[in-house]
């Protein structure tokens, strides 16, 4: 009785699965409960990382970067015990992982995995988020918003085990809702999505990413968290010399976020060719955030507090200046030093210190022409988080619902596109892109490249091939390969190892004699395919060669198989195919 149950219940199970990936209908409900999942994940975190950075300052109410002062000076020991406690987790995390793996992240997952995450991963990224951002280093918590929403609808969709395509899209959704949760900004979520996750925009995932926003903002609400509004100025009049000046301050953000992305990149280089404090490094980078602190505590955290307390203050721009720079100080140590969070959050306060900064100069040269230092510091957000991030339409979304400002937008999109086109032309990746990029992968985006490295020539190859050993003659060749029962044989030496290949036709050539060798007649003997190759070597290999047939060979020249030019560029014909099926949303 017991087992007829369990079969029905999971044939019951199997049935469901079966009717989400068959269903768009029940493909958005399931994305509705992935933007549930991710607007309730990311209220906690908020909370968790709050309520670290009450025990360790004494916030409550105010924001932490809000604070004029650090009146208790012991405090500040919060920087380097949270980079403590990262060692210590790391230490664990060492104990029981084997063998040490890089962890990854919602951008890497879409981009080569297919959406597809561990929820240890998740689980790790989102805690060490928490506890550097909790401990003041200038980190955003995005990076644990975007992990967790997106790992979340990753354990669901494999659970579901929906396929590739849906399981990205599904990805998206998630990692978007939490963002969108974040700023009580479903539209901007929707589109962080869809240009930093899921690498492009298609019919078929328009509903599902956007419901799954949208539900994470009405979780949001319904737990009485505030939206993230900026007040703008109403009454204001936008020509051409505003344009103008605001399409150079969307050339001065892009190489302002260039030269940060630089600097992060020089930092962590140099930082990990110590071989002291070696795991100890998030203690120094602690320490050494401290004194930054102490100036300001608007170094401390992402900088939410900071950006609006500046607004309303608006303080003298040498003073935004050394803010400023303390402030890409403090980032930049924190992630060289092994802290671990995102710049989304502190680039929007990074652009707005340099908005206000630009508005300020242009009043002062003198040129006859102003700019309002409140609207300056949000086209500063956005073109810096653009260059940063990525994510043009992103960034204009996110400031059209955090002003509710329609005429502010045509300036915002125009300094969002500047920075973007030029951060694109001069340097190539967003920050997400280019530390991948450092530990050597090579996605400049996440698109979803990660069928190209599952086309390898070990996959693809073919197994029934004839092999005959380098001491053969004809004679034995033609005894054991007749004409028309095999085009080409391999030929291997005493222990396998790879010799070249032997043209059935060239073996029956009359003017050779029975008793003459094989050998001679072997053609790419230096030419064969390594098993893990893929299709990007595969390809240009068989048109240097001129070849329509090579091995495959391991590590140590062994054969494995044999591949075909005809057979690889039709694999990769079909997976071109089915890619541009799913993103019309063909299935």
């Known amino acids: 009785m017991h087992r007829s149950w369990s079969t029905l219940f999971w044939s019951l199970a199997i049935r469901q699965r079966r009717r989400l990936r068959e269903s768009e209908a029940a493909f958005i409900l399931l994305a509705i409960l992935a933007g549930v999942a991710a607007g309730l994940i990311t ?41 403590l ?31 597809r995450i561990p929820m240890a991963d998740n689980l790790v990224i989102a805690g060490q988020t928490i506890l550097s951002n909790g401990a003041g280093a200038s980190v955003g918590l995005e990076a644990a918003y975007a992990q967790m929403g997106g790992g979340v609808a990753s354990l669901l969709g494999q659970w579901l085990k929906l396929r590739r395509n849906d399981l990205r899209t599904l990805v998206g959704a998630g990692a978007g809702a939490g963002v969108g949760a974040a700023f009580g900004a479903p539209l901007a979520g929707a589109f962080y999505a869809f240009e930093i996750v899921i690498g492009h925009y298609t019919p078929a995932a328009i509903a599902p990413v956007v419901a799954a926003a949208l539900s994470a903002a009405f979780v949001t609400r319904a737990l009485g968290v505030e939206p993230w509004l900026i007040a703008t100025t109403a009454d204001r009049i936008l020509g051409t010399a505003d344009y103008l000046l605001y399409a150079l301050l969307g050339l001065i953000c892009a190489g302002l976020g260039i030269l940060i992305m630089r600097m992060v990149t020089f930092a962590e280089m140099r930082v990990q060719g110590w071989t002291w404090p070696g795991r100890w490094k998030p203690v120094i980078g602690g320490l050494l955030l401290m004194p930054l602190a102490w100036l300001t505590p ?140 450092l530990r050597g992968s090579t996605i400049r985006s996440p698109r979803d490249i990660g069928w190209v490295m599952n086309l390898t020539a070990g996959r693809m190859m073919r197994r029934d091939w004839v092999s005959v050993p380098d001491t053969m003659s004809v004679g034995q060749f033609r005894a054991l390969v007749p004409l028309g029962s095999a ?93 541009q099926r799913a993103l019309f949303g063909e299935g």
């Not at 670290?52 to 919060?78: C, F, K, M």
């Not at 060692?87 to 793996?101: I, T």
């Open 487 to 579: 085009s080409k044989a391999i030929m291997i030496d005493g222990a396998g190892g790879y010799r070249g290949i032997v043209p059935t036709a060239a073996a029956y050539r009359p003017e050779l004699a029975e008793d003459a060798p094989i050998a001679p007649l072997a053609t790419m003997a230096d030419i064969s395919l390594r098993a893990d190759a893929d299709i990007r070597a595969i390809l240009p290999l068989f048109d240097k060669a001129a070849a329509d047939e090579l091995a495959v060979v391991d590590e140590s020249g062994l054969v494995l198989g044999v591949l075909t030019e005809k057979h690889a560029r039709r694999r990769y014909f079909e997976e071109i195919e089915s890619s």
């Open 85 to 115: 406690a990262l060692v210590l987790l790391a230490r664990l995390l060492r104990r029981r992982q084997r063998p040490q793996r890089p962890l990854i992240d919602v951008v890497e997952a879409n981009a080569l995995h297919g959406g």
């Open 298 to 437: 608007q170094t401390l955290s992402a900088g939410h507090g900071a950006l609006h307390l500046n607004l309303i203050l608006l303080p003298d721009w040498t003073v935004l200046l050394m803010i400023l720079c303390l402030k890409i100080a403090a980032s930049v140590i924190s992630l060289s030093f092994g802290f671990r969070g995102g710049l989304f959050f502190a680039s929007l306060f990074l652009g707005s210190l340099a908005g206000q900064i630009f508005a300020q100069i242009v009043d002062i040269v003198g040129i006859g022409w102003s700019l309002d230092p409140n609207d300056a510091a949000l086209v500063g957000m956005a073109a810096l988080s653009v260059a940063i991030v990525g994510g043009p339409m992103t960034l204009g979304l996110l400031m059209l619902e955090t002003t509710h400002d329609f005429q502010l937008m045509g300036v915002v999109l125009t300094a969002s596109l500047l920075s973007s086109a030029v951060t694109r032309e001069m340097f190539g990746y967003s920050f997400s892109t280019w530390r991948l990029h």
């Open 43 to 83: 209220n906690l975190l908020q909370l968790m990382a709050h309520g670290i950075q009450e025990l360790l300052y004494g916030v409550s109410i105010n924001r932490l970067s809000a604070l004029g002062e650090i009146r208790h000076l012991w405090r500040l020991l919060g920087l380097p015990l949270g980079g």
